[in-house]
């Protein structure tokens, strides 16, 4: 899953479940997320991350894999 895609299927759960969302630059080619009161670091890279990271950032954000089936 590239990082893009991500933070999109982020954004939509958020909207649908009226979270708020913040997403701030951090150095470089991060990415610093809040989502209701947890925040995680995405990288923002062309390529796909990796699958232990993507479970990292949702694990930050107390989501799961399902949730962002949306």
Do not use: C, F, Y
């Not at 925040?39 to 962002?68: E, F, N």
């Amino acid at each position: 899953m590239k990082s893009a895609d991500l933070l999109r299927r982020q954004n939509r759960l958020a909207t649908r479940r009226g979270w708020d969302i913040v997403e701030t630059q951090g150095s470089g080619s991060h990415l610093k997320v809040g989502l209701s009161g947890k925040t995680t670091v995405i990288a923002m890279h062309r390529m796909d991350v990796p699958p232990g990271t993507v479970r990292k950032v949702l694990t930050d954000l107390g989501l799961t894999l399902d949730d962002l089936e949306v």
